[in-house]
C-alpha cells in the first residue's frame, strides 16, 4: 500500500479505513467480524483508521480499543468531537465550544486506550461558536500533548482560512464521491493553496456506486440510507444511471466499480485520502486493491463528463443531518 501526506506532515495509507459501519447506522453490528476486518486491514497496509465519539454512540471507540490492546503495528487514529448524541437517538445537537473539546477529547482517549490522538477533528461546527474560539481550544490540546493533528469537517472555504490562521488545519473530511463533488468549487482549491490534507468520507456513495443497491427496499432494518432523500425511490430511479455507467466503464477498466471510483478519487490530488467503510473483509480486501489501480487523463475525463450529464437527486442528508455542513 502506498502512503501519502496530509498536510505537511501526517504520512498515512493512500486509502483509510471508515469504520461508522462496525457500530450503527447500516444494520446490525458483529463485533468479531469488524476485529476480522481491522486485522486485515493492517495486513493490507491500511494504517489509517477513521472513527468518531458519536458512532455507537461511544462503541465504535471502544471496538478500536479492543483491536489495538492487541495490536503491535503503528496505527494512526483520527477521531472526532462536536456532534453530541444519546445512545439509540439520531436527533443530536452540535457542540464545537473549546470547554467541550477538552471534555470530548479526554473522553476519546479513555475510551480509545491511547495517550495521544494522531488527528483530531471537529465533526460540526455550531456556527454560533467562532472557530476562532474552537480552534484556541484545539491549540491547548497540542501542546499538551493530547492530539497531534487538527482537522475540520463538512466545513466552509471561509471558515477553513479562518481556522487555519490560527493553527494549521492537517486535513478536511467532506463527503465526496463521483455523485457529490460539491467540494471542488471551493474547498478542495483551498486545501490546495494551504497544503492541506483532503479526506472524502462516502467516497462510494454509501455503496450506490457500487451498484449493489437497486432500490430502496434493498437496505436492511436499522439501515439509515433508508431514509435519506437520496436514496428514496423516486430518487433513484434516476440515481441509479449513475451507478449504472461507473459499472460499464469499469467493466472496460477489468475492475469493479468500488475500485473505479477510489482510483479516480486518488487521481484527484496527492493530497487526497479516501475512507471506504465496511464491516466486510471481500470489500475490505477489494478496496484495498484501488491504490494500484491508475487512470489516464483520458480515462479520468471521459469518466467525469459521462457522469456530468446525469443529475443527482436529492439531499445527502435529512433537513437534521445537514445541519453544520459547510458551516
Same mark, same amino acid.
Given at each position: 500500500?502506498?502512503?501519502?501526506t496530509?498536510?505537511? =506532515?501526517?504520512?498515512? #495509507?493512500?486509502?483509510?479505513?471508515?469504520c461508522?459501519?462496525?457500530s450503527?447506522?447500516y444494520?446490525? !453490528?458483529?463485533?468479531?467480524?469488524?476485529?476480522r476486518?481491522?486485522?486485515?486491514?493492517?495486513?493490507?497496509?491500511?494504517?489509517?483508521?477513521?472513527?468518531?465519539?458519536?458512532?455507537? @454512540?461511544?462503541?465504535n471507540?471502544?471496538?478500536i480499543?479492543?483491536?489495538?490492546?492487541?495490536?503491535?503495528?503503528?496505527?494512526?487514529?483520527?477521531?472526532?468531537f462536536g456532534?453530541?448524541?444519546? @445512545?439509540?437517538e439520531?436527533?443530536?445537537?452540535?457542540?464545537?465550544?473549546?470547554?467541550?473539546?477538552?471534555?470530548?477529547?479526554?473522553g476519546?482517549l !479513555?475510551?480509545?486506550?491511547?495517550?495521544?490522538?494522531?488527528?483530531?477533528?471537529?465533526?460540526?461546527v455550531n456556527?454560533?461558536?467562532?472557530?476562532?474560539e474552537?480552534?484556541?481550544?484545539l491549540?491547548?490540546?497540542?501542546?499538551?500533548?493530547?492530539?497531534?493533528h487538527?482537522?475540520?469537517?463538512?466545513v466552509?472555504?471561509e471558515?477553513?482560512?479562518?481556522?487555519h490562521?490560527?493553527?494549521?488545519?492537517?486535513?478536511?473530511?467532506t463527503?465526496?464521491?463521483?455523485?457529490?463533488?460539491?467540494?471542488?468549487?471551493?474547498?478542495?482549491?483551498?486545501c490546495?493553496?494551504?497544503?492541506?490534507?483532503?479526506?472524502p468520507?462516502?467516497?462510494?456513495g454509501?455503496?450506490?456506486?457500487?451498484g449493489?443497491?437497486?432500490e430502496n427496499?434493498?437496505f436492511?432494518?436499522?439501515?439509515?440510507?433508508s =431514509?435519506?432523500?437520496r436514496? #428514496?425511490?423516486?430518487?433513484?430511479?434516476?440515481?441509479?444511471?449513475?451507478a449504472?455507467?461507473?459499472g460499464?466503464?469499469?467493466?472496460?477498466?477489468?475492475?469493479?466499480p468500488?475500485?473505479?471510483?477510489?482510483?479516480?478519487?486518488?487521481?484527484?490530488?496527492d493530497?487526497?485520502v479516501?475512507?471506504?467503510?465496511?464491516?466486510?473483509l471481500r470489500?475490505?480486501e477489494e478496496?484495498?486493491?484501488?491504490? #494500484?489501480?491508475?487512470?489516464?487523463?483520458?480515462?479520468?475525463?471521459?469518466?467525469?463528463?459521462?457522469?456530468? !450529464?446525469? @443529475?443527482v437527486?436529492?439531499?445527502?442528508?435529512?433537513?437534521?443531518g445537514?445541519k453544520?455542513?459547510?458551516?
Amino acid at each position: 500500500m502506498q502512503t501519502r501526506t496530509l498536510g505537511s =506532515n501526517l504520512t498515512v #495509507s493512500a486509502i483509510g479505513l471508515g469504520c461508522m459501519g462496525m457500530s450503527e447506522f447500516y444494520g446490525p !453490528r458483529d463485533d468479531s467480524e469488524s476485529l476480522r476486518v481491522l486485522a486485515r486491514a493492517v495486513e493490507l497496509g491500511i494504517d489509517f483508521f477513521d472513527t468518531a465519539d458519536m458512532y455507537g @454512540p461511544h462503541h465504535n471507540e471502544e471496538l478500536i480499543s479492543c483491536f489495538l490492546s492487541s495490536q503491535k503495528t503503528k496505527v494512526r487514529i483520527a477521531t472526532k468531537f462536536g456532534i453530541v448524541r444519546n @445512545p439509540g437517538e439520531y436527533q443530536r445537537s452540535l457542540d464545537s465550544s473549546g470547554h467541550y473539546a477538552r471534555l470530548a477529547c479526554e473522553g476519546s482517549l !479513555r475510551r480509545l486506550g491511547i495517550e495521544q490522538i494522531d488527528l483530531y477533528y471537529v465533526h460540526r461546527v455550531n456556527p454560533e461558536t467562532p472557530i476562532e474560539e474552537t480552534m484556541e481550544g484545539l491549540v491547548q490540546l497540542v501542546k499538551e500533548g493530547k492530539i497531534a493533528h487538527i482537522g475540520l469537517c463538512e466545513v466552509s472555504d471561509e471558515t477553513l482560512r479562518r481556522a487555519h490562521a490560527v493553527h494549521p488545519v492537517t486535513a478536511v473530511q467532506t463527503e465526496y464521491s463521483l455523485w457529490t463533488r460539491d467540494v471542488e468549487r471551493t474547498i478542495l482549491p483551498t486545501c490546495k493553496e494551504l497544503g492541506i490534507g483532503f479526506v472524502p468520507y462516502s467516497p462510494l456513495g454509501r455503496g450506490f456506486l457500487t451498484g449493489r443497491f437497486q432500490e430502496n427496499a434493498d437496505f436492511g432494518e436499522g439501515d439509515f440510507r433508508s =431514509n435519506l432523500p437520496r436514496f #428514496s425511490e423516486q430518487a433513484m430511479d434516476t440515481n441509479r444511471r449513475i451507478a449504472e455507467v461507473i459499472g460499464d466503464i469499469a467493466a472496460l477498466k477489468s475492475c469493479t466499480p468500488a475500485q473505479l471510483s477510489l482510483a479516480w478519487l486518488l487521481s484527484k490530488g496527492d493530497n487526497i485520502v479516501p475512507i471506504p467503510g465496511t464491516k466486510r473483509l471481500r470489500y475490505l480486501e477489494e478496496n484495498a486493491a484501488a491504490a #494500484s489501480i491508475k487512470l489516464t487523463t483520458d480515462e479520468q475525463q471521459k469518466l467525469e463528463a459521462a457522469i456530468a !450529464r446525469l @443529475p443527482v437527486i436529492g439531499e445527502r442528508y435529512t433537513p437534521e443531518g445537514m445541519k453544520g455542513v459547510n458551516a
